[in-house]
């Protein structure tokens, strides 16, 4: 099962959970077999089951976020390792470079020599830099890529996981949909940006 599998499962977990503890809840509010003290207990045992749920979900949902994190770091340090001690690479930038400050690069061309480094904060900062020392007006700046991306949303959805689920309330439901939404939409089986 995919880590995005496993999350969403567990989320529809909590709230399948809650909802059970809700209506057990509400069959002993509304039936007239108990008496007003026994579904004052009840309302406190049931605000303690939700509390323990949301605990031991959310709990295993932040496992879940970290492993992603821990993994997607682990990735971006061994791409910019590879990227660094592959000669080909690097010379093929050093050249990008230079063809830049030789002015012997239209804007298409440049923009096509994007799709190689793309993915390098260090190169498309290399490039940029010799973009803006050229002093060709044609040549436009190019995009910096969001490394931190997948990093900062994993750590958004922790702060959800923390507020919604790990102390249920009555937004819990509302979050559980927009967190399902947002990590249909926007991360891939690994949890990590699309």
């Known amino acids: 099962?995919?880590?995005?599998?496993?999350?969403?499962?567990?989320?529809?977990?909590?709230?399948?959970?809650?909802?059970?503890?809700?209506?057990?809840l509400d069959n002993i509010l509304k039936s007239s077999d108990y008496t007003p003290e026994y579904k004052s207990k009840a309302k406190l045992t049931a605000h303690q089951a939700k509390n323990n749920i949301g605990h031991d979900i959310g709990?295993?949902?932040?496992?879940?976020?970290?492993?992603?994190?821990?993994?997607?770091?682990?990735?971006?340090?061994?791409?910019?390792?590879?990227?660094?001690?592959?000669?080909?690479?690097?010379?093929?930038?050093?050249?990008?470079?230079?063809?830049?400050g030789s002015n012997a690069l239209s804007n298409d061309d440049l923009q096509s020599m994007y799709e190689v480094y793309k993915d390098d904060i260090?190169?498309?900062?290399s490039i940029n830099a010799a973009v803006g020392k050229s002093g060709n007006a044609y040549l436009e700046l190019l995009p910096l890529p969001d490394n931190e991306k997948t990093i900062t949303r994993l750590n958004k959805l922790k702060l959800n996981v923390e507020n919604y689920i790990?102390?249920?309330?009555?937004?819990?439901?509302?979050?559980?949909?927009?967190?399902?939404?947002?990590?249909?939409?926007?991360?891939?089986?690994?949890?990590?940006?699309?």
Do not use: C
């Not at 994190?69 to 930038?93: M, W």
């Not at 260090?122 to 900062?125: E, F, G, S």
């Open 166 to 194: 790990m102390t249920p309330n009555n937004d819990s439901d509302l979050a559980v949909v927009g967190m399902t939404q947002f990590i249909n939409d926007s991360l891939n089986d690994d949890m990590y940006s699309i």
């Open 1 to 24: 099962m995919s880590r995005k599998s496993n999350f969403l499962n567990k989320l529809n977990k909590f709230t399948s959970d809650i909802n059970t503890t809700d209506q057990k």
């Open 122 to 125: 260090i190169a498309v900062k």
């Open 59 to 100: 709990s295993s949902l932040n496992t879940i976020l970290d492993e992603a994190i821990s993994d997607h770091k682990v990735k971006l340090d061994k791409a910019n390792k590879e990227r660094l001690l592959n000669q080909g690479y690097q010379l093929g930038l050093q050249n990008l470079v230079n063809a830049i």
